[in-house]
């Protein structure tokens, strides 16, 4: 057969070196670079969930559930008091600051490893999460004390005694059925913290700011401070809530006064600072209040908690009411308080039902008008209520809104 000597183009299949531009290089290092960008963004989104996993698990380990209680309680159930039809959603937690001895807080003196309740607060938060309330109990005031379990598991009797030795009696559980006894209003909570505690949390939100009538020099509450405003740090803040015979005429009501407004202040520096909505002010804060508190089991974790923070953090400061419940000096001991009635069982019915509650600023209240017909009296005095225009009107108790200025004149 004869050769073709027909001429054929060169039958090289590889492409020529220089691609033009937008040529099939182009996609290929596009790929390869969004391939790594996409890469870099998963490591960082995982490394994030890691992260996040990691500090939820370490604040969430930090809070101690006091299960001891929860069963003692449990065992007594039929002994609570039932939530009011009236107040279906409404929270009821009972806040207990203890003045325990033990560990850390013995260089505060005292018999080491006694406790009392040195501050006790009934917090109350309305069903629409629209009001709070957070009521006093003074812990000098004389109540009965129900039977409670002590530490060696024998059982104490009932019996008439100031409010703070049921928490040395029988720990939280004896004082939260005592509280459910006087009030009839059945607790959902409780939280208990301690001194050190108290100054870790104020210490974390950079100090609280308080309005000092006149110059306080006391060496046993670590006083020293000059008149006017004032921003108080940890041990400073513990003394000026702790202080009470060398402040004012020297009472426990005037030092649960001093109490409300500072956490009034609290309340508002929390709000206004914007430490909730702030992840590098929030940590401290949370790691500071984790750390610091024993709850019961349905809020001893970071969840409940939240969902409590973010609760309080919708209520306007002026729909937060802080007051005492109505109280008077003991009629057999002058140092010790008796609840004044009606105006007490008022208050625990208005709360029990889930109704509003007012309140005026300290200081004495209006006298009864002559002319004004039956329901219209006032009671004067000190930590008293007016009496309500109606039966199905509340009544106003001596107290503050959070929003009130302690600097303020009244």
């Not at 809070?63 to 107040?87: C, F, H, K, V, Y």
């Not at 560990?103 to 069903?127: F, K, M, V």
């Not at 039977?147 to 024998?154: F, H, I, L, R, W």
């Not at 208005?350 to 006298?367: F, H, M, Q, S, Y």
Request: glycine share 10%; hydrophobic share 35%.
């Amino acid at each position: 057969m004869a050769e073709d000597d027909t001429a054929h183009p060169p039958t090289d299949d590889t492409p020529p070196t220089d691609a033009p531009p937008g040529g099939p290089g182009r996609p290929r290092r596009r790929r390869r670079w969004l391939m790594i960008t996409a890469g870099v963004v998963a490591f960082l989104m995982v490394a994030t969930g890691v992260l996040f996993w990691i500090a939820y698990r370490k604040l969430d380990g930090n809070i101690q559930t006091d299960s001891a209680t929860d069963e003692l309680l449990a065992e007594l159930e039929a002994e609570r008091p039932n939530r009011s039809a009236g107040a279906k959603g409404a929270e009821n937690i009972l806040l207990i600051g203890s003045d325990d001895r033990s560990g850390a807080n013995s260089s505060y003196g005292g018999e080491p490893g006694t406790q009392r309740s040195d501050t006790t607060i009934l917090l109350h938060l309305a069903a629409d999460r629209r009001r709070a309330t957070a009521v006093s109990i003074p812990r000098d005031v004389m109540v009965t004390v129900p039977a409670c379990e002590k530490p060696d598991g024998t059982r104490s009797k009932p019996g008439l005694m100031q409010f703070n030795w049921a928490f040395e009696l029988g720990g939280p559980a004896c004082s939260i059925r005592t509280v459910e006894q006087l009030s009839g209003i059945r607790l959902d909570h409780y939280v208990i913290l301690d001194f050190n505690g108290f100054k870790t949390m104020v210490d974390a939100i950079g100090g609280v700011e308080v309005c000092v009538p006149q110059p306080i020099h006391d060496k046993d509450a670590k006083l020293d401070l000059q008149a006017g405003r004032q921003v108080l740090h940890g041990e400073q803040s513990l003394g000026y809530v702790r202080a009470r015979e060398s402040l004012g005429d020297g009472s426990d009501t005037q030092r649960m006064g001093r109490q409300q407004q500072f956490l009034a202040s609290l309340i508002r520096k929390v709000q206004s600072q914007g430490v909730l909505l702030n992840p590098a002010r929030l940590w401290p804060v949370l790691d500071a209040a984790t750390s610091s508190i024993k709850a019961d089991g349905g809020l001893s974790s970071l969840g409940a908690l939240y969902d409590l923070t973010q609760d309080l953090r919708g209520i306007p400061s002026p729909d937060m009411a802080l007051l005492t419940v109505p109280r008077r000096p003991y009629r057999y001991d002058s140092d010790r308080d008796e609840f004044v009635q009606p105006q007490t069982t008022q208050l625990f019915t208005v709360l029990r039902d889930d109704r509003p509650i007012a309140v005026r600023a300290p200081g004495p209240a209006p006298t009864a008008d002559a002319g004004a017909g039956p329901g219209a009296a006032t009671w004067a005095g000190a930590n008293q209520a007016t009496a309500s225009p109606s039966a199905n009107a509340s009544p106003t108790f001596e107290g503050r809104t959070a929003d009130v200025d302690p600097c303020a004149p009244h």
